[in-house]
């Protein structure tokens, strides 16, 4: 694979593997494959799918993007281990573009305490892991995790060498989000300078925002010769999380005449590709997010107004409709029809198919039996949940809580769970309040013990009968997991949002990784690791 030309960034979308990694962010291979199907669509270059090695779940994950996703380069990580490759090869199989991503760190502190090797050493597995991939791939992507951190003497050696091994790409992490723009400008500008053949690879950048630099450090990069980011929807990942892809692709766009770049993304696709990414895992999109939040292009400050009234550009930079928000004073109601529905949904930068479509028609029914008028968010809300999955292990049949004012006074609540089996379970419960009872009769019917750590509730759309947006974490074995519901009914929102975890926890308890697969260290930040060495 040659590098790109000069005018062109290519965009390597992380967010099924480095951003799924970040605590309560977890996803099912449906939720995985209905992602990157929406990436395919953006124009995403290349899309990293998972770490095969790091379970069955990833592996399983990888193969059905590879096997159903055309359009972009489907990828796999893989540390510089042979049963690493391997599994990697095989996960990526059926796809007719794709690329094997190794690493090995590089930093002398992973050196020394995380790998035990000596600079020696690391070469030459880094080499040995290059040589290996390219057997069964030609395109093929080289990290040196924690780069930033690394000797820049040693630096030089490792990538001339990969390089020389056949590597088609060669990533420059910020593993940690340590470092700053000038930093990653002037560590570019060495290996550019430095390298042998450095021209005939694309030199890319993968940054964390621990410092809340990760999209500045990635724009630097690119800034200095770059010609991929590594980035996520939202920014998701652990920590802090990456570089946000909706940021560092509208910058490119909007500030073309600094950067001189461009990219293949039809940006009309990242507000609802960031909608529909929230509702799968669970998670709200900030009010003042850039690019995609619901502030990003409100104006309420006298003077902003009354210069938007007078010409658009004095306050705004971008047109919210390059990103895909489209506002309409078209309203919808229960006498709207199908053809309707589509045509709004079409408007709104969301594709389904025919039988999405009517899945979503019934719930729009149900919703507007139950609301006057039905507004863009709360499409935007039923769209965004719209799991399109029918392996659900629980679905809820009934539920019916009390509240409490006074002395003596106790609230309950009653449930009432299908399994998948079709087997009805009733449980009840009582709490400090109607939403802690109705959690614990779930959990009780369910027979899952949760620690709850969160609970935020919103207003979707505006008016009394709006629906409510509700967002839960909770602590389940150890380990954090969120869940979404919208509802007009608040309490039967965090019901839906709490049957997400539950349904969430029994499918990963139903397909427990073998004994070996352990958490792992990744170019992007320490995540999912086979515990086996060499």
């Known amino acids: 694979m040659s590098a790109p030309g000069q005018d062109r960034v290519l965009i390597f979308d992380t967010t099924l593997r480095d951003g799924e990694q970040s605590p309560g962010c977890s996803m099912t291979v449906a939720q995985k494959l209905r992602v990157a199907r929406t990436l395919a669509e953006m124009g995403v270059d290349i899309i990293e799918a998972g770490f095969a090695a790091a379970s069955p779940r990833d592996l399983e994950a990888i193969e059905e993007v590879a096997r159903a996703v055309e359009g972009p380069t489907i990828c796999s990580l893989a540390r510089c281990h042979e049963a690493d490759i391997a599994q990697a090869a095989r996960a990526l199989a059926p796809a007719r573009k794709k690329r094997l991503h190794v690493f090995i760190a590089t930093s002398p502190i992973h050196r020394e305490h995380k790998l035990g090797l000596s600079p020696d050493q690391v070469v030459e597995r880094a080499v040995a892991g290059v040589r290996l991939a390219r057997e069964f791939c030609r395109d093929v992507e080289f990290s040196a995790e924690d780069a930033m951190r690394t000797e820049p003497a040693f630096l030089v050696d490792v990538i001339s060498a990969v390089i020389e091994a056949g590597a088609t790409t060669v990533n420059i992490p910020d593993t940690v989000g340590y470092?700053?723009?000038?930093?990653?400008?002037?560590r570019v500008a060495l290996l550019r300078s430095r390298v042998p053949g450095i021209d005939q690879v694309?030199?890319?950048?993968?940054?964390?925002?621990?410092?809340?630099?990760?999209?500045?450090?990635?724009?630097?990069?690119v800034h200095a010769g770059a010609r991929q980011v590594e980035c996520t929807i939202n920014g998701i990942g652990e920590r802090a999380g990456n570089c946000a892809l909706e940021e560092v692709v509208m910058a490119l766009k909007t500030r073309a005449d600094h950067f001189g770049v461009e990219t293949a993304i039809d940006t009309r696709g990242l507000y609802p590709a960031s909608r529909q990414l929230a509702a799968i895992i669970g998670s709200f999109v900030p009010a003042n997010k850039a690019i995609v939040g619901d502030n990003a292009f409100a104006h309420e400050a006298g003077i902003h107004?009354?210069?938007?009234?007078?010409?658009?550009?004095?306050?705004?930079?971008?047109?919210?409709?390059?990103?895909?928000?489209?506002?309409?004073?078209?309203?919808?109601?229960?006498?709207?029809?199908?053809?309707?529905?589509?045509?709004?949904?079409?408007?709104?930068?969301?594709t389904v198919t025919d039988v999405e479509l009517e899945q979503l028609f019934v719930r729009f029914k149900h919703l507007a039996d139950r609301k006057r008028q039905v507004f863009d968010a709360d499409i935007e809300a039923l769209l965004a949940g719209e799991a399109g999955e029918t392996d659900m292990p629980w679905r809820l049949q009934s539920l019916h809580t009390t509240s409490s004012l006074g002395e003596g006074q106790i609230p309950s609540a009653a449930v009432a769970l299908m399994g998948a089996d079709g087997r009805s379970v009733r449980e009840a419960a009582t709490g400090d309040g109607p939403v802690d009872a109705l959690l614990k009769a779930m959990a009780r019917a369910t027979a899952i013990d949760f620690e709850l750590v969160s609970m935020r509730v919103r207003s979707v759309s505006e008016g009394e009968d709006a629906q409510g947006e509700a967002e839960l974490t909770a602590r389940i074995d150890g380990v954090l997991q969120a869940g979404r519901g919208v509802d007009t009914d608040i309490v039967a929102a965090c019901a839906q949002a709490f049957l997400e975890i539950i349904n969430r926890v029994s499918r990963q308890q139903g397909s427990r990784a073998p004994a070996w697969v352990q958490p792992a260290a990744t170019p992007g930040h320490a995540s999912p690791r086979a515990s086996a060495s060499g």
Do not use: W
Request: hydrophobic fraction near 40%; include cysteine.
């Open 179 to 186: 470092t700053t723009p000038a930093e990653m400008a002037a």
């Open 202 to 221: 694309v030199i890319s950048a993968h940054c964390h925002d621990d410092l809340g630099m990760a999209v500045a450090n990635s724009l630097a990069a």
């Open 305 to 350: 107004q009354h210069g938007m009234l007078a010409n658009r550009e004095t306050y705004e930079i971008m047109r919210p409709e390059e990103v895909g928000i489209h506002r309409s004073t078209l309203v919808l109601g229960k006498h709207s029809g199908r053809h309707a529905l589509a045509e709004r949904v079409g408007q709104l930068g969301f």
